[in-house]
């Protein structure tokens, strides 16, 4: 079974509406981490947010925000007002305890964001 | 903080040679450092897992042999692909585990990538 389930392999929308990328995982942890990563045309992946398995708030980052849903162990990222330069592919990524740091990867989603 | 450096960006090379592709953390020291490779339209693929002053942790499926790692320091580790041939050719992009040190998020920060091409 996929650890990590980004069920959108595309999605358009309009510049400056908001835009919620799911992501869903499965482990038997109780202690994890959840990360979101953003892959420009360009290549380089970019750290864009944190949630840790025990942390009570969701996480906000400038215009991104985790929605995680523990109990249906959804992490969703949010980003409010899109810009052009969101246009990318986002990852979702899962660090389980006792991993050696190692991430487990989505398949990931392209945003594109259409003026 | 937490930049990652990854040289060549991008390199052509004939089938039967070796490349050499470098990543450093510029601005602080990884303990551990991970090599991937990334097929276009699809996720990151882990190779292997580079702890500094030891031996890569390689995937399942990974050639030892083929793709040599060295971790020589906390602020640089190699991959060498050797012998390449063109089924090579791809993205390698390497990243570098970042502590809590200085505030930031301990999770993996990337380099730029480096494509490959064999001829």
């Known amino acids: 079974a996929q650890k990590i389930t980004q069920t959108q392999p595309g999605m358009f929308v309009q510049e400056k509406e908001a835009v919620t990328l799911d992501c869903t995982y499965d482990t038997s942890d109780q202690s994890y981490g959840l990360f979101w990563y953003k892959q420009p045309s360009s290549g380089e992946m970019i750290f864009l947010i944190y949630q840790g398995s025990y942390d009570e708030q969701n996480a906000t980052e400038g215009r991104y925000s985790l929605n995680f849903q523990k109990a249906r162990k959804s992490a969703n990222l949010v980003i409010s007002a899109s810009q052009l330069g969101d246009s990318a592919m986002y990852f979702c990524a899962m660090r389980e305890a006792y991993s050696n740091y190692q991430l487990i990867w989505g398949a990931g989603t392209k945003l594109i964001i259409k003026p | 903080g937490a930049v990652v450096s990854q040289h060549p960006s991008w390199v052509i090379c004939k089938s039967g040679t070796s490349v050499k592709i470098e990543c450093r953390s510029l601005d602080f020291q990884a303990t551990t450092m991970f090599w991937y490779r990334q097929f276009p339209k699809q996720s990151l693929m882990l190779m292997a897992t580079s702890n500094e002053g030891s031996k890569a942790t390689y995937e399942q499926g990974v050639e030892k042999d083929k793709f040599l790692i060295n971790h020589a320091s906390l602020t640089l580790s190699t991959l060498t692909v050797t012998s390449a041939h063109p089924e090579d050719s791809s993205f390698y992009i390497c990243?570098?585990?970042?502590?809590?040190?200085?505030?930031?998020?301990?999770?993996?920060?990337f380099g730029p990538g480096t494509r490959l091409t064999v001829l």
């Open positions: 990243s570098a585990r970042a502590g809590l040190a200085g505030g930031q998020t301990d999770t993996q920060y």
